[in-house]
């Protein structure tokens, strides 16, 4: 009774409708429309998205929303609708990597009568019998389907409506396979197409380039490789989170839009709703801009009323909960304008930062190499079949090199001793090598690959100003192929020092009164660094260029998808 008072009480004559606490989630998903059923061919298999939308309740709910455009009046509510309140269960979906995925490779499952969904790989049809291989993104693996001209359904493959790229459903009894690429095969008795795929469909079994891929980017990861990449960058976000959340870390959300300059480059986005809007941004007319009378652009009419921008780097965000809850980290996207089109630069990325408070530099080495270590770890081992790809095809020895970084120790080496060993270095550089300079991809990685044969190697230089006057408390982790892959500092904790480097750098003090107050109040010794999550993919993956470890580059003159 008290479920129908309340439904009862939703259409009385009020301004707005205000549903009791206990009811606050009544059912809101399903003022959806009710989906169109599909009929195939043949009679429709008990699909599993079905159980998740019960029809009563959503015409229930329908009744609901025809009531509140019509005034408010109140609805017959039957007596079903006063016991029947919850939603449907929730179920894990069979996926190919449960069935091929275990130890066994689905010889345990032999004999089982087994649904699978996904999309054709590659198909051919025999005399008497078809043979298709369909993949569900769960696993590199396809699950190979063989039918004959008995399965219900089989006039879809006559009628040339299975082809590459179609979505099916096929249901059938897990047998030993007769070939030698597979243990076990899927003997189907059903099948029903649930998306036909047109004959332009542009992945095919030829290979084709990434770089055509990349005007694919909607459709690539259906390819080996960009599925392999997607599942390990999902293992490494999985084992980041894991890392930092077991060792007592408070996962912090930085914004986006941003009025501080984080690196001090002036590479940013400006976010700005000054440009007049119209249906074609084209047509914006340039004198539509709001100007002072100087002819300087008037921010103080914009929506925040001053510049602002798509953030470079949530660090000083990090820093402002680190000197509350002490050890918190990041992971968010990050942006920057730099005109580059090289296979290292992306405008869009994500970065990964912790921050500990009243930690030093050491403490920040420790951190970064027990992370890095940590998540190769997980990518090894519950990845095994698509690293054994990336070995095959992307970098050959690249598990070996993955094992190297996770188990030997790595080295620590000053700015200092680094330029040493470079100027005494048999190599000629592209960029020649001084005390002072920033080191170079070539020579960070000649340091890892040659120099240490391979090691992980940590290189303190700057950001904390030291007690030589000449160098700050800072360090970068280089690994083998990459190059630099973390950079952090310990933090200038010191306000008088800090203002000096704001001054120093030309940069407006009004602006961060807000970073310099942490200061000011109780401040601590902290650390933290910062690492971009597309180039641990391409260390983990082997893939070279950088635009395709993230699903969607943006890239200067692209913005595509």
């Known amino acids: 009774m008290a479920a129908a008072a309340a439904a009862a009480s939703a259409f009385a004559p009020v301004p707005s409708l205000r549903l009791k606490p206990t009811y606050s989630t009544l059912r809101f998903l399903s003022l959806y429309p009710r989906p169109t059923t599909l009929v195939p061919q043949s009679k429709p298999p008990p699909l599993s998205f079905t159980p998740f939308l019960p029809r009563r309740r959503r015409s229930f709910c329908t009744l609901v929303a025809a009531a509140l455009q019509s005034g408010g009046t109140k609805p017959e509510i039957s007596e079903t609708w006063k016991t029947e309140?919850?939603?449907?269960?929730?179920r894990k979906k069979l996926k190919v990597v449960d069935i091929k995925g275990g130890p066994d490779e689905g010889?345990?499952?032999?004999?089982?009568?087994?649904?699978?969904?996904?999309?054709?790989?590659?198909?051919?049809?025999?005399?008497?019998?078809?043979?298709?291989?369909?993949?569900?993104?769960?696993?590199?693996?396809?699950?190979?389907?063989?039918?004959?001209?008995?399965?219900?359904?089989?006039?879809?493959?006559?009628?040339?409506?299975?082809?590459?790229?179609a979505s099916i459903w096929v249901q059938g009894v897990i047998a030993t396979s007769q070939?030698?690429?597979?243990?076990?095969?899927?003997?189907?008795?059903?099948?029903?197409v649930i998306g036909k795929s047109d004959p332009s469909y542009p992945i095919q079994k030829k290979r084709v380039s990434r770089e055509f891929l990349r005007t694919k980017a909607h459709l690539r990861p259906?390819?080996?490789?960009?599925?392999?990449?997607?599942?390990?960058r999902n293992a490494l976000?999985?084992?980041?989170?894991?890392?930092?959340?077991?060792?007592?870390?408070?996962?912090?959300?930085?914004?986006?839009?941003?009025?501080?300059?984080?690196?001090?480059?002036g590479e940013q986005f400006c976010v700005t709703t000054l440009i007049p809007s119209s249906r074609e941004v084209s047509d914006s007319p340039v004198d539509g801009i709001p100007k002072t009378k100087?002819?300087?652009?008037?921010?103080?009419?914009?929506?925040?009323?001053?510049?602002?921008?798509?953030?470079?780097?949530?660090q000083l965000n990090a820093e402002t909960y680190a000197t509350a809850l002490s050890d918190v980290y990041i992971f968010g996207p990050t942006f920057r304008a730099e005109n580059s089109n090289t296979a290292r630069h992306l405008a869009e990325?994500?970065?990964?930062?912790?921050?500990?408070?009243?930690?030093?530099?050491?403490?920040?080495?420790?951190?970064?190499?027990?992370?890095?270590?940590?998540?190769?770890?997980?990518?090894?081992?519950?990845?095994?079949?698509?690293?054994?790809?990336?070995?095959?095809?992307?970098?050959?020895?690249?598990?070996?090199?993955?094992?190297?970084?996770?188990?030997?120790?790595?080295?620590?080496?000053?700015?200092?001793?680094?330029?040493?060993?470079l100027l005494r270095a048999k190599k000629k550089f592209e960029f020649p090598v001084k005390w002072g300079c920033d080191l170079q991809s070539e020579h960070e990685r000649y340091l890892t690959e040659e120099a240490f044969s391979g090691c992980p190697e940590i290189k303190a230089f700057y950001m904390r100003q030291n007690d030589?006057?000449?160098?700050?408390?800072?360090?970068?982790?280089?690994?083998?192929?990459?190059?630099?892959?973390?950079?952090?500092?310990?933090?200038?904790?010191?306000?008088?020092?800090?203002?000096?480097?704001?001054?120093?750098?030309?940069?407006?003090?009004?602006?961060?009164?807000?970073?310099?107050?942490?200061?000011?109040?109780?401040?601590?010794?902290?650390?933290?660094?910062?690492?971009?999550?597309?180039?641990?993919?391409?260390?983990?993956?082997?893939?070279?260029?950088?635009?395709?470890v993230i699903p969607f580059p943006r890239t200067p003159g692209s913005s595509e998808f």
């Not at 070939?179 to 899927?186: N, T």
């Not at 259906?222 to 390990?232: E, L, S």
């Not at 000011?520 to 902290?526: E, F, N, Q």
């Open 85 to 90: 309140t919850r939603a449907g269960e929730f």
């Open 294 to 314: 100087d002819g300087r652009i008037d921010w103080s009419q914009d929506f925040f009323g001053k510049p602002a921008f798509l953030t470079v780097s949530g």
């Open 349 to 421: 990325f994500w970065m990964i930062e912790p921050e500990l408070a009243f930690a030093d530099l050491n403490d920040d080495m420790a951190c970064a190499t027990a992370y890095l270590q940590y998540v190769v770890r997980h990518v090894l081992d519950n990845c095994k079949e698509d690293m054994d790809f990336f070995n095959t095809w992307i970098e050959k020895g690249i598990i070996d090199r993955l094992s190297n970084v996770a188990e030997k120790d790595f080295v620590q080496l000053t700015y200092t001793d680094a330029v040493e060993l």
């Open 237 to 265: 976000a999985y084992a980041t989170h894991k890392f930092f959340q077991e060792n007592g870390f408070v996962w912090v959300s930085s914004p986006i839009i941003t009025s501080s300059d984080c690196e001090g480059a």
């Open 179 to 192: 070939g030698s690429k597979q243990k076990v095969e899927l003997k189907v008795n059903k099948i029903v």
């Open 222 to 232: 259906r390819t080996n490789t960009f599925g392999a990449v997607a599942r390990v």
């Open 107 to 165: 010889l345990d499952r032999l004999g089982q009568t087994l649904a699978v969904t996904g999309w054709v790989r590659t198909f051919r049809v025999q005399s008497s019998v078809t043979f298709i291989e369909v993949n569900d993104g769960s696993c590199l693996s396809n699950m190979q389907c063989v039918l004959g001209s008995d399965a219900e359904g089989y006039d879809q493959v006559e009628s040339g409506s299975i082809t590459n790229g």
């Open 468 to 548: 030589d006057g000449k160098t700050v408390a800072a360090m970068d982790m280089l690994v083998p192929r990459v190059g630099e892959l973390i950079g952090g500092s310990q933090r200038e904790e010191r306000l008088e020092k800090l203002e000096d480097r704001l001054d120093e750098l030309k940069l407006n003090k009004d602006s961060y009164w807000w970073y310099l107050d942490l200061r000011r109040y109780g401040s601590v010794p902290h650390a933290g660094f910062g690492l971009g999550f597309e180039r641990l993919v391409q260390f983990a993956t082997g893939i070279e260029n950088i635009r395709d």
